[in-house]
C-alpha cells in the first residue's frame, strides 16, 4: 500500500502548478461549470495544457463564497470566481506570480486580504479531521486518495488486525453515530457480530433527509473513498461481504461519483474477491433513494432496499439482528463511516482527545440560514454555538438580530440567545430540548417567525407521515390544523396547551421516531418563544411581520418619491399612484405578496409592514401631490 | 393519449431480470425514461417480474420521486428546506403558483410547466432556491419569478 501512494507520488512532481476548483452541487450551481470550461479552454490558447494542473475537487465548504479557485504549490484562494476573470488568473497568478488582490477574501471588519484560505476566519477556527481532504482530491480519481494516504487505514487492518481488534479499536474510540440518534458505533457493529444468522450487511445510510443538512452529500460526492474505506473496514470487523449505500434520489452527483468509486476501488483490488490479498471478500451495491423523508429510519431503509415501501418496522426487533432479509444488518451513516479510517491509523486514544466527555471527536455542521457565511464546518464537540455562528459563520446577515437557531432537523428544537454559550454535544442539545440530528444548523433571525417555523415543520412531518400509525398520522394532522388556525388569526384560548397534550399521547405511543420526536419543534419553541405564539391567538400579531393573514403592506407617506417602481411591479394591480404623486395600496386588492417591499429602493424603504393595528387610512387626493424640490 | 414505447420499457426490466428486491429502481429508472411512470409500463413489469399491480402501484404512489401522471415539459421544483423557508421561499412559492396558475403537483393545462415543492436539495447556501429541468437558480426573489419562467417555452 505504501508502495503504492509512492508510485503515485512519484509520478507527480509537487512544484507543477496545479489548479484546483470546487466542483460541490452548490458551486456547480452558481457556475463551477462554466468556470471549469474556461479554464480548459485558457490554459490551451496560452500553450499551458501540458505544464499546468488542472482538477475539478469535491466542496470546500464555504458554499457561500463559491466557486473557489485554489492555486498550489502557492496556495492562493480565489473566491466568487467567474469565467471572465479567468484568463487575467493564468496569465497573473500561473504564468507570473501576482496575486490579484480583487478575488482574495476580505475581512469585513478590518478590511485586510487574505491570501491562503487556511487563514480565512470561516476556515481557521474550524478542525477539519473528516472533511478537510475534500478540496485536495478529485473525486473521481482514486489516485488522488492513495496519494494523500487513502485505503492505508484497510491495508493496516487487512494485514495487521483480526476482526475482533477492529472492533474493539472502534468500540474505545467512543463513535457515536452522525446520523441523529448518537448511538454508539462500535455498540452496533458488535450486536451485528454477535446475531446469529448469515450472511450479514452493512449499510451506509446517505438519505440525508433533514432539510437543511447537506455534509453527507458533500462527504459522499467529495470523498466517496473515504467512505468506503470506513465501510469495508466494517465489513470486516462485523464479518459482512456485502454492502449497501443509500442515496436519496436528490443527489444525483453523489451517486454518479460514487459509482465511478465503486468501479475503481475494485479495479485496485479494494473491493471484489480477494481483497488485498487477504482472503477478505467484500463489495457493494448502491441503492437510490425514491424522495421519502421516512425512508431514512434505519428499518424503513431496510424495506426500501428490499424493493419494499420504505415504511418503518416495529423496533422492539433490532435490525442488527434483523435487517435486510431479516439477516442481521449494521446501519450507520455516511459521517460515521468516514471516520472509522481515521480512527484506525490514528488510534482510539487520539480520537477520545477530542470532544467532550461523552461526545468525542469533531463533527460537521451545515452552518445555513441567516448567517453571513452559510457552508458547511467541522468543529470539536464541545464548540459553543456562539463560536459556530459568529466565529466561524462571521455573525447574523444585514446586521439584524439573532433570534435562535434550529438543530436536529424536523426531529429537533429551537435554541435561543440565553443558550449560545451552550457546548454543542450530544447530550447537552438534547438537555437543552433539541437534538444533533444530523447536523444541521439554521440560524434564525428576528425577521422569523417562530410560530410560522414550528408550523412549516409540522406541515413538513404531516406529508412525510407514512400513516402507518395512529398517533402520528393523526397527532401531526391536528397540530397542523391548529398552528394553521394560529398563523391565520384564528387562534383561540387553550390552543397551546392542546398542543402540548397532543405532543405528549404522540412522544409516548408513535411507532417509530418519526413519531416521537415529531413534535419537538412544537414543544421547544413554545418553551422559549411562548409570548410569540400568545401575541398570534391574543393581539392576532405577528411579531416578526412574516404570517400573511395578520399582516399588512403600507406605502408610509412620507417617505414615498413616487417612483412608480412597487405600482409596475405589482402583479395584482393595487397600488394606486402617479409620477409625483404618493403611492397607496388597495388593501382590498392587496395579495401581501411582499413584492413592492422587495422593491422598494434601500434608501428610501417607504413600504412598511403593519401587524396588530389598522392600516392608517390614505392622504386626502390633495395631499398626495409631491411638489418638485430644488437640488439638494 | 401518449404512445408509449414497449422496447424501452423492456430495455429497462431488462437491466434487472433475476435481481432481487430492484422494483424501486426499475420504477425510477422508467420515471427518469418517460418523466413519469404509465400504466402499460406497471402492467409489463408485473407481467414480466410476476410482481402482482398492486403492489407496484403501492410503491409507486408512495414515493415523491414517481408520477403515475405524465408531466409537463419543463419540471419546476421550489425548495421549501429549512434554509430557504428562513430565506423567504413560501413567496416564491406563491409567485410562482399564481403566475401559472396551478397548485403544488399541478401541470398547466398547456403541458408546459409542472410544479413541485421539495423539501431541501442541499443548496442551502443559495437559498431560496428554484430548479427548473435541473438548472440551479439561486438567491430567487419574488419579482425575479417572472424573468425565471419566461427561459422556459
Redesign the interface.
Known sequence: MLALQKAILAKRDPNKPLITLCSGTACCATGSDAVAAAIKAELEKQGLADTVSFRRTGCHGFCERGPIVTIYPQDICYLNVSPEDVPEIISKSIKGHEVIERLLYTDPNTGERIVHESEIPFYKHQTRLVFGANPLIDPTNIEDYIAIGGYQALAKVLEEMTPEEVLEEVKSANLRGRGGGGFPAGRKWESTRNAPGEPKYVIVNCDEGDPGAYMDRSLMEGNPHRVLEGLTIGAYAIGSHQGFVYVRQEYPLAVKNLSIALDQAREYGFLGDDILGSGFNFDVRIHRGAGAFVSGESSALMNAIEGKVGEPRPKYIHTSESGIWEKPSDLNNVETWANIPLIIERGADWFNSIGTEHSKGTKIFSLVGAVNNTGLVEVPMGTTLRDIIYKIGGGIRGGKKFKAVQTGGPSGGVIPEQHLDAPVDFDELTRLGSMMGSGGMIVMDEDTCIVDIARYFVDFLCDESCGKCVPCREGLKRMRDILNDIVAGRGKEGDIELLEEIARVMKSASLCALGTTAANPVLSTIRYFRAEYEAHIEEKRCPALVCKDLISYYIQPDKCIACMLCLKNCPSGAIQGEKRKIHVIDQTKCIKCGICFEVCPPKVRAVAKISGKPVPPPLPESERIIERRAKR | MVEIDMNRVDGIIDRYEGE??????M??DLQSEFNWIPKEAIARISERMRIPKSQIY??AS?????SLNPVGRHLIQVC????C????AP?IM??VK??LGIEEGETTPDMRFTLRR??????????P?VVVDGN?H?RV???GVKDILQRYK
Open positions: 432481487r428486491g430492484v422494483l424501486i429502481q420504477l425510477l403501492r410503491i408512495f414515493y415523491k420521486a414517481m421549501l428546506g429549512t434554509a423557508q428562513v430565506r423567504g413567496k406563491d409567485r399564481e403566475s421539495v423539501n431541501c436539495l442541499g443548496c442551502c447556501a443559495m437559498g432556491v440551479y439561486g426573489t419574488p419579482s
